[in-house]
């Protein structure tokens, strides 16, 4: 099993809602990534987990707040987000940071209105 | 600072052809090369993955070759179908402590015609 699985695959908020992403992974990787990635963009890291600690933060705003709640879950809530965090959400999982290969979900598509 | 680039940035080919896709990076000093497929508002669908210590890697159709000391990296796909139709996205990541960071490049948009 080589999946990550996201939820929603489809959110729409306003910018006072509050509002969280899920992505699950079962293949014991103890790394944990979360991208963003505006159209026709490549993806841009957002965060990394490793065994279960936040271990970087790549200047994100406040507004978004990742948790990574065991090894197998990762969320990021969402909060007062703006029309421009409108993009593909994207979380990822590796067997140990930087090791060898990254697996993809399918992504949350958010649009903030 | 790593800059990953890809050429084309679209191509349109009749099925059957075989064609290449090249990427290209600025800093030598990679952990790893990996190459992903992206469909139309979906995921990244890892294809491939070249350790730095390796010249390349093959999975069925696909074949992918690292060349670190220029910078370089193609991706050859044989006997093309209309079902390879995606955007295609190499991503370095860095040797030494930032190596969880992939950097992406731009992709190239692949249409394959029947």
Redesign the interface.
């Known amino acids: 099993d080589t999946e ?1 699985t ?1 939820t929603p695959k489809h959110l729409v908020m306003g910018m006072t809602n509050k509002k969280s992403l899920k992505c699950e992974q079962h293949m014991g990787h103890r ?1 944990m ?1 979360w991208y963003k990635q505006k159209a026709k ?3 841009e ?1 957002m965060f ?1 987990y ?1 065994y279960e600690k936040l ?2 933060n790549e200047s994100v705003p406040s507004r978004f707040s990742p948790e990574c709640p065991n090894s197998s879950l990762l969320n990021l809530h969402l909060h007062a987000l703006q029309p421009e965090d409108s993009a ?1 959400y ?1 979380c ?1 999982s590796s067997l140990q ?2 090791a ?8 949350t ?1 958010l649009t903030v209105v | 600072k790593q800059e990953v680039t890809q050429i084309p940035a679209a191509l349109s080919v009749p099925e059957g052809e075989n064609l290449v896709l090249n990427c290209s990076f600025t800093d030598s000093a990679i ?2 090369l ?1 190459w ?1 497929r992206q469909d139309p ?6 294809l491939l ?1 070249i ?1 730095s210590s390796q010249r390349e890697q093959t999975s069925g159709r696909l074949n992918a070759s690292l060349d670190k000391s220029s910078g370089r990296s193609t991706l050859y796909i044989a006997a093309s179908q209309p079902g390879d139709s995606a955007t295609y ?1 190499c ?1 370095v ?1 860095r040797s030494g402590g ?5 950097t ?4 190239t948009l692949l249409t394959v015609n029947p």
């Open positions: 990550v996201q790394a990534y963009k490549p993806p890291l990394v490793s271990s970087i593909l994207l990822a940071p930087g060898a290969e990254a697996f993809f979900g399918q992504g598509r | 952990y790893n990996q992903f508002g979906k995921g990244l669908t890892s993955l350790q996205l991503a990541s930032s190596n969880y960071k992939l992406f490049g731009k992709g």
